[in-house]
């Protein structure tokens, strides 16, 4: 589910299921509190522990296993684990047991988009038009979910109109941003603007996200993102180390730090400082299931071989595995 990934080359069922945006995920499923077995699971769930999350969801006395918000926890652990239709099982769940709660309509929509991705072009076609709707009525529940309106401006600019995109369509939710989130705003505005072919307003936008937002090591990453889509080589690496030096100050923001050691790992370029973001995310407090910690281990794995550390990699599996026993990417993932 990663990228969120970083590279927003989309594939023919991608541009007309598009899916999961480069938006942080939010820390629980609902403006609720959860109940604290719950809350247990959740917190597994973005440490990166698959194995205890699940163990934790099973264990839940009936009163608490029955809920919308452990459909959804269950939802997010499948997806982390890139099992699809189970994660949209749970996911339609919740929505079910809860339909007005829109952080669960949010991840619908994102379960049914990752599912959309990996379909053929007729069933991408019909799963799309349900992925706008879920993103659709999410904002609707929710004018200020920032997540939903970010995840509904990127599915306008990228859909084709018709599953119900379109860029008109995707300037009015930047719009609603501005008095939401400024930052994510003109990220959206950096995306349209690429998709128009207008790399200079492009850029520019991606560096006015940087100067809004409260968390800038993000948005470097997405200009790096930027960057290495027009091959500018240089830059990316820049903005990488700039995200890298953003992270150190802002401690909630780890997730940059596996978006940039993730870019430099798939464009072979400076391992040793991917290897060093990806240990630098491990050890920190600000882990996310939107980059889950047995992959980061993976990713390591990969690149201590790389390195020349064949015994550090297979450490690094070893601790993968002991997160995530159930992990098993498809052909062709890229973990």
């Known amino acids: 589910m990663l990228l969120r990934l970083a590279a927003r080359g989309l594939s023919a069922a991608l541009l007309a299921a598009s899916l999961v945006s480069a938006a942080a995920a939010?820390?629980?499923?609902?403006?609720?509190?959860?109940?604290?077995?719950?809350?247990?699971?959740?917190?597994a769930l973005q440490a990166g522990e698959a194995d205890k999350a699940l163990a934790l969801l099973r264990s839940l006395p009936q009163s608490d296993a029955s809920t919308a918000e452990a459909a959804?926890?269950?939802?997010?652990?499948?997806?982390?684990?890139?099992?699809?239709?189970?994660?949209?099982?749970?996911?339609?769940?919740?929505?079910q047991l809860d339909g007005q709660n829109s952080a669960y309509h949010l991840w619908q929509g994102r379960a049914l988009g990752e599912k959309a991705d990996r379909a053929s072009f007729l069933t991408a076609y019909s799963l799309a038009k349900r992925v706008r709707a879920e993103f659709e009525e999410s904002v609707r529940l929710d004018p200020r979910n920032a997540d939903a309106l970010a995840d509904l401006g990127e599915f306008y600019e990228q859909a084709p109109g018709v599953v119900g995109g379109g860029i008109d369509k995707a300037e009015a939710v930047a719009a609603q941003l501005d008095n939401v989130d400024p930052a994510r705003a003109h990220q959206l505005r950096a995306q349209i603007a690429e998709q128009r072919k207008d790399y200079g307003n492009a850029e520019h936008e991606f560096k006015q996200a940087i100067a809004a937002g409260p968390h800038p090591a993000s948005h470097w990453i997405a200009l790096a993102g930027f960057y290495r889509r027009r091959q500018r080589w240089a830059d990316m690496e820049a903005a990488i180390h700039s995200g890298e030096t953003a992270a150190e100050r802002d401690k909630?923001?780890?997730?940059?730090?596996?978006?940039?050691a993730s870019v430099l790992s798939e464009t072979h370029r400076d391992p040793a400082l991917a290897a060093k973001m990806f240990d630098d995310y491990l050890a920190g407090s600000a882990k996310t299931e939107e980059a889950p910690a047995f992959v980061a281990h993976l990713r390591l794995a990969r690149l201590k071989d790389q390195l020349g550390d064949p015994a550090a990699a297979n450490r690094e599996r070893a601790a993968a595995l002991a997160l995530a026993v159930e992990y098993n990417p498809g052909e062709g993932a890229t973990h």
Request: aromatic content about 4%; proline content about 6%.
């Open 26 to 43: 939010q820390a629980h499923p609902s403006h609720r509190e959860l109940t604290p077995p719950l809350a247990q699971a959740n917190a």
């Open 72 to 95: 959804n926890v269950e939802c997010r652990v499948r997806l982390m684990l890139e099992q699809w239709d189970a994660a949209v099982s749970q996911c339609q769940q919740a929505v």
């Open 252 to 260: 909630a923001s780890g997730l940059a730090l596996f978006d940039g």
